[in-house]
Nanobody, 121 residues
Framework: QVQLVESGGGLVQPGGSLRLSCAAS????????MGWYRQAPGKQRELVATIISGGSTNYADSVKGRFTISRDNAKNTVYLQMNSLKPEDTAVYYC???????????????WGQGTQVTVSS
């Protein structure tokens, strides 16, 4: 099994910053990518940012220049630094990891439990 533990959500004023963390543990042989998605009330879950094993990153247009995704390979941990937060960033943020649990395994997609981010004055 693969477990993901997220932390770092909370309430912040517009223009403020938050840093999310997600640590992956359990039976992990290799990680293809790690990323963050979010889901606002009444909306579909959407991609925020991803980072692949080689370090390349991808961001949603709405967060480019404000959010930064990074990864600590030794700790199997992914971070999301969120700056200049806006009310429209309010959502539940989910960590996602695509990985193999052992040699020859398929690449599975695993999700964290989600952490609430609220941007409000």
């Amino acid at each position: 099994q693969v477990q993901l533990v997220e932390s770092g959500g909370g309430l912040v004023q517009p223009g403020g910053s938050l840093r999310l963390s997600c640590a992956a543990s359990g039976s992990i042989f290799s990680i293809n990518s790690m990323g963050w998605y979010r889901q606002a009330p009444g909306k579909q879950r959407e991609l925020v940012a991803t980072i692949i094993s080689g370090g390349s990153t991808n961001y949603a247009d709405s967060v480019k220049g404000r959010f930064t995704i990074s990864r600590d390979n030794a700790k199997n941990t992914v971070y999301l630094q969120m700056n200049s937060l806006k009310p429209e960033d309010t959502a539940v943020y989910y960590c996602n990891v695509k990985c193999r649990r052992y040699i020859g395994d398929y690449v599975g997609s695993y999700w964290g439990q989600g952490t609430q981010v609220t941007v409000s004055s």
